[in-house]
């Protein structure tokens, strides 16, 4: 139904073929909903970054920022996000890569996290059991080092904000008396709890399907035990919400003190079914409606107006009030948690006996957020925005195309409806209001969902006469449709589990993770140290915000850049990415492949695809071994040219 090689030109142009035969393609009633849809693609292939041997992981920051762990640059708090989003890609290696790097040193506990959920609900997608049930001593192993964040006397988590990725909350700006907030103000918190429920379950669920009975009781036990103390202790009635304790006293704040307002955190345990479905605590959702608490004209705030602290800035990059803002969490919209409370509102939609949130409200507040990432014409997602009018806070060069949130889930997961599911069956929801509503759609497709083994599409037509297909709510798997009914409404049918294709692992031999250590960059110009390393970092994006690559002089009109391996190794083939912005960088006008035999430089007779920019350049040869790799460039006239990668297989 939808040409999958022309939407991909027209939406990622000379990089198509990275999309084409990976992502599911969406269209609908909404041309900003679907623009943001690939956008979010984008986003997801730009952090991407090869690793190497240790294959692709996940980061959330394009370029490197001081707390992330090195060598690898990963950062642990976006990676339920990250699994999210990529457990509906079809190429299953960008995922699987992750999870393993991750339960292999890459988690290093610096924020908290909920990993061992999405890696469960990673597996409801693809339905790869050894794929899931191979990391099962690894999750627990992490989840018993959480021990040293449980007050055993509550029977609670509790966490410092600025671990929990979310500095300057109520919490952290009242331990100090109002003064600072950028570290301290432990607490229990909603967020941390609901992500050790969550990880709990994860794991007895996974313990289970590797048929270890014992320690799926013992984790469903934690999961539940600690479900019956959260909403005991945690659910404030005079506030209606859940909320912070404080879990240490200061000279402003006692212990198992209450913090004095709401803040948007409290919804992030509906994302992951913690709450019951009881009208005393679904009752918390009408204040995310309500303009002057949590829902912001123009996005959801994470602490209401009436708190006396609320958008104070206290944080600055630079000399104080002169610098540029730095995050904070006392009101400002961010994308993380707007993602983590419409995933709980979904469920509420879903599942949930109530009457406070409608499905009107999903599609009005998935539109707010969509217009978030919208810069003028322009998409580029920031890390936090005013909540009055949608403008980006911080500003920071780091903080373009940031990818600490998801998207992709929220059309599949709510607007399409698509519920995965561990039994051998689908079950299809779509979150959109009737027709007539202001927020309604007339119509939806999205195909080429990868689900059990198999491709899965639905497709909504109010009237039958945008797809001529006959009105209502279609399901196809495998390109023969299932099921189908006149109107909106949940849909279920069976399908059986077939094997996961196996997953391919080329491995990228010139990737530099330390600096000065092997393989080792060189150019004719553009010799600093960083332009050089950044042309084989493992990280390909084209955006021009924020560059990426070697980059060298406009003159000479012929260029090289070489890469010592410092030791042989057999290649037969290049990946080339090219970066041009129709100013001063454009892709070079031809180039050749050269190898290194001892002691000279002599070309390799190459099948090469001519060069082309934003997008990737193939060459191929027949396999050599060598110690040195050099590209030879013919610049074209008064332009500079930047190699955002060199990947050579």
């Known amino acids: 139904m939808l040409d999958n090689h022309r939407i991909a030109v027209e939406r990622f142009g000379n990089d198509a073929p990275w999309y084409e035969n990976r992502i599911p393609f969406f269209e609908s009633a909404d041309p900003r909903i679907d623009a943001v849809y690939y956008y979010r693609w984008s986003l997801f292939r730009a952090h991407q970054r090869d690793l190497g041997e240790r294959g692709f992981i996940s980061t959330e920051f394009l370029d490197d920022v001081s707390w992330q762990l090195e060598p690898w640059a990963s950062l642990n708090d976006a990676t339920g996000f990250h699994i999210a989003e990529g457990r509906w890609l079809r190429d299953r290696r960008y995922a699987d890569d992750y999870i393993a790097h991750m339960y292999d040193g890459g988690n290093d506990r610096h924020f908290t996290d909920y990993m061992a959920d999405s890696v469960w609900g990673r597996y409801l997608v693809d339905g790869d059991r050894p794929g899931v049930t191979r990391h099962l001593a690894a999750m627990r192993r992490l989840y018993d080092q959480w021990d040293d964040h449980f007050d055993r006397d509550k029977g609670l988590y509790w966490v410092e904000p600025l671990a929990d990725a979310t500095e300057y909350t109520i919490s952290s700006i009242d331990?100090?008396?109002?003064?600072?907030?950028?570290?301290?103000?432990?607490?229990?918190?909603?967020?941390?709890?609901?992500?050790?429920?969550?990880?709990?379950?994860g794991i007895a669920n996974i313990a289970r399907l590797a048929g270890d009975d014992g320690v799926a009781e013992t984790f469903d036990r934690r999961?539940?035990?600690?479900?019956?103390?959260?909403?005991?202790?945690?659910?404030?009635?005079?506030?209606?919400?859940?909320?912070?304790?404080?879990?240490?006293?200061?000279?402003?704040?006692?212990?198992?003190?209450?913090?004095?307002?709401?803040?948007?955190?409290?919804?992030?345990?509906?994302?992951?079914?913690?709450?019951?479905?009881?009208?005393?605590?679904?009752?918390?959702?009408?204040?995310?409606?309500?303009?002057?608490?949590?829902?912001?004209?123009?996005?959801?705030?994470?602490?209401?107006?009436?708190?006396?602290?609320?958008?104070?800035?206290?944080?600055?990059?630079?000399?104080?009030?002169?610098g540029l803002r730095e995050c904070q969490w006392n009101g400002p919209v961010w994308p993380f948690q707007t993602t983590q409370v419409l995933l709980g509102m979904a469920n509420v939609l879903d599942h949930y006996r109530q009457s406070v949130v409608t499905r009107s409200d999903y599609m009005r507040l998935l539109r707010q957020y969509t217009q978030l990432h919208y810069q003028g014409s322009l998409l580029d997602l920031e890390e936090d925005y005013f909540p009055d009018t949608g403008r980006p806070l911080v500003g920071l060069a780091r903080s373009h195309h940031y990818f600490h949130s998801g998207y992709v889930d929220l059309i599949l997961g709510g607007l399409v409806g698509i519920r995965p599911s561990a039994d051998d069956a689908l079950e299809v929801n779509p979150l959109l209001p009737a027709t007539g509503d202001p927020q309604a759609l007339g119509w939806f497709r999205v195909q080429d969902v990868p689900y059990h083994g198999h491709r899965v599409a639905?497709?909504?037509?109010?009237?039958?006469?945008?797809?001529?297909?006959?009105?209502?709510?279609?399901?196809?798997?495998?390109?023969?449709?299932?099921?189908?009914?006149?109107?909106?409404?949940?849909?279920?049918?069976?399908?059986?589990?077939?094997?996961?294709?196996?997953?391919?692992?080329?491995?990228?031999?010139?990737?530099?993770?330390?600096?000065d250590r092997f393989p080792k960059g060189s150019a004719s110009t553009g010799t600093?140290?960083?332009?050089?390393?950044?042309?084989?970092?493992?990280?390909?994006?084209?955006?021009?915000?924020?560059?990426?690559?070697?980059?060298?002089?406009?003159?000479?009109?012929?260029?090289?850049?070489?890469?010592?391996?410092?030791?042989?190794?057999?290649?037969?083939?290049?990946?080339?990415?090219?970066?041009?912005?129709?100013?001063?960088?454009?892709?070079?006008?031809?180039?050749?492949?050269?190898?290194?035999?001892?002691?000279?430089?002599?070309?390799?007779?190459?099948?090469?695809?001519?060069?082309?920019?934003?997008?990737?350049?193939?060459?191929?040869?027949?396999?050599?071994?060598?110690?040195?790799?050099?590209?030879?460039?013919?610049?074209?006239?008064?332009?500079a040219m930047r190699l955002v990668e060199a990947k050579l297989f």
């Open 175 to 201: 331990a100090s008396g109002g003064l600072d907030g950028f570290g301290g103000g432990q607490a229990f918190r909603p967020s941390i709890n609901g992500y050790m429920f969550a990880n709990a379950r």
């Open 223 to 322: 999961a539940d035990t600690l479900k019956t103390t959260f909403q005991r202790d945690m659910w404030n009635p005079a506030l209606r919400h859940f909320i912070d304790r404080h879990q240490r006293t200061t000279p402003y704040v006692t212990y198992w003190q209450p913090i004095r307002g709401r803040e948007l955190v409290g919804y992030v345990p509906w994302a992951f079914d913690m709450i019951d479905d009881d009208p005393k605590y679904t009752a918390a959702w009408s204040h995310v409606l309500a303009p002057d608490e949590l829902g912001g004209p123009a996005g959801m705030r994470t602490v209401e107006p009436s708190y006396e602290h609320y958008m104070r800035q206290y944080r600055y990059e630079g000399a104080l009030a002169g």
């Open 458 to 515: 639905v497709t909504w037509d109010t009237d039958g006469r945008h797809y001529g297909r006959g009105a209502g709510l279609a399901i196809e798997v495998d390109g023969e449709e299932v099921a189908r009914r006149a109107t909106l409404g949940r849909m279920r049918v069976p399908v059986t589990r077939s094997d996961t294709p196996p997953i391919v692992r080329p491995i990228d031999r010139s990737v530099q993770l330390v600096r």
């Open 528 to 639: 600093n140290p960083e332009n050089l390393h950044d042309a084989i970092d493992g990280r390909v994006w084209f955006f021009p915000q924020l560059g990426n690559g070697w980059s060298s002089d406009p003159t000479p009109a012929q260029q090289w850049y070489a890469i010592d391996f410092g030791k042989p190794v057999a290649l037969a083939r290049a990946e080339l990415a090219f970066f041009a912005d129709g100013g001063r960088f454009a892709a070079p006008s031809a180039y050749r492949m050269q190898a290194w035999n001892g002691r000279d430089w002599y070309d390799l007779a190459a099948t090469a695809d001519a060069p082309i920019a934003n997008g990737i350049t193939h060459a191929r040869w027949t396999p050599v071994t060598t110690s040195r790799i050099r590209i030879l460039f013919d610049q074209r006239a008064n332009r």
